[in-house]
Nanobody, 119 residues
């Protein structure tokens, strides 16, 4: 059973910042894309940001580009999502993910989720 350990999240006012971190087992971290997705009730899970830790390549969709930054710490097998200029529309459950790419359909492992609320 692969466990992605998430931390961070919480509540913040619009314009504020939050960070999320996710630690993966080394055999997952070293060979898969790692990233964050989010979901609100009634909507599909959507990509927030992804990184391929082995080389540092990143991927952002338009809604988060320029506001969110994903980074990695290879010594700790951890990826961190720094979220700035948060908007109420960013309110969602955020899930850490590891997979063969940066789409929900090819994610192999999910974290348990952490709530982000922007008011």
């Amino acid at each position: 059973h692969v466990q992605l350990v998430e931390s961070g999240g919480g509540s913040v006012q619009a314009g504020g910042s939050l960070s999320l971190s996710c630690t993966a087992p080394e055999n997952i971290y070293s060979r898969m894309w790692m990233g964050w997705f989010r979901q609100v009730p009634g909507k599909e899970r959507e990509r927030v940001a992804c990184i391929f830790p082995a080389v540092g390549a990143t991927n952002y969709p338009n809604p988060t580009k320029g506001r969110f930054t994903i980074s990695r710490d290879n010594a700790k097998n951890t990826v961190t999502l720094q979220m700035n200029s948060l908007e109420p529309a960013d309110t969602a459950m955020y899930y850490c993910a590891a997979g063969r790419g940066c789409l929900p359909s090819i994610v192999d492992y999910w974290g348990q989720g952490t709530q982000v609320t922007v008011s």
